[in-house]
């Protein structure tokens, strides 16, 4: 059974970095596109950043573009967010999720893990 | 770039039918994809590729898609339906866009 745990949330200031993990279990990431999506709180679901199942492309939304890098280690079966130069509105629930193949949709969700950006 | 657009909110008596619509310029021409999202939970696909029913989701979930309008359909809403409901789609396959949720309040 496919499963995602995404961990790395926490309290951070502004300007500050953060790195975000998503573990997966039940399945291998390099044969799936993998996203991450963000929620503030009371919003709706923000797409955040996506990598394609060879790992060669990664798309970003414009909020986040030149700011969030997503990378993931094959041999950990794990996804990545890294997120540099945060600001208050960066402030959400980050939600990994699986794509069902590759530009598809989304068939597997993580619980999601908490950033919180504030001085 | 590509927008769709929800209602902020539908309501349904119960054991009635409820229809959340997802717009878009030609959206027909687009596969769309339906979440639900119970509050503090992760969301969950409800209906892929327009009205295909992940296994596991009641037959009362069902979709369509034509024109610049997509329609996902609980047949004999139950209180535990109320949920926020969210479409997507691919933009030119670089980008993924939600819409805005619908909140499904069954009185």
């Known amino acids: 059974q496919a499963q995602l745990v995404e961990s790395g949330g926490g309290v951070v200031q502004p300007g500050r970095s953060l790195r975000l993990s998503c573990g997966a279990s039940g399945f291998t990431i390099n044969k799936y596109g993998m996203h991450w999506v963000r929620q503030s709180p009371g919003k709706g679901l923000e797409w955040v950043a996506v990598m394609s199942k060879d790992g060669r492309n990664k798309y970003y939304a414009d909020s986040v573009n030149g700011r969030f890098t997503i990378s993931r280690d094959n041999s950990n079966n794990t996804v990545y967010l890294q997120m540099n130069s945060l600001r208050p509105e960066d402030t959400a629930v980050y939600f990994c999720?699986?794509?069902?193949?590759?530009?598809?949709?989304?068939?597997?969700w993580g619980k999601g893990t908490t950033v919180t950006v504030s001085s | 770039s590509y927008e769709v657009t929800q209602a902020l909110s539908v309501s349904v008596a119960l054991g009635q039918a409820a229809m959340i619509t997802c717009g878009g310029d030609n959206i027909g021409y687009k596969n769309v994809h339906w979440y639900q999202q119970k509050p503090g939970q992760a969301p969950v696909l409800v209906i892929y590729r327009d009205s295909s029913r992940p296994s596991g989701i009641p037959e009362r979930f069902s979709g369509s898609n034509s024109g610049n309008t997509a329609t996902l359909t609980i047949s004999r809403a139950q209180a535990g339906d109320e949920a926020d409901y969210y479409c997507q789609v691919w933009d030119s396959s670089t980008r993924v866009i939600f819409g805005g949720g619908t909140k499904l309040t069954v009185l």
């Open positions: 999720a699986k794509d069902y193949y590759d530009r598809s949709y989304m068939d597997v």
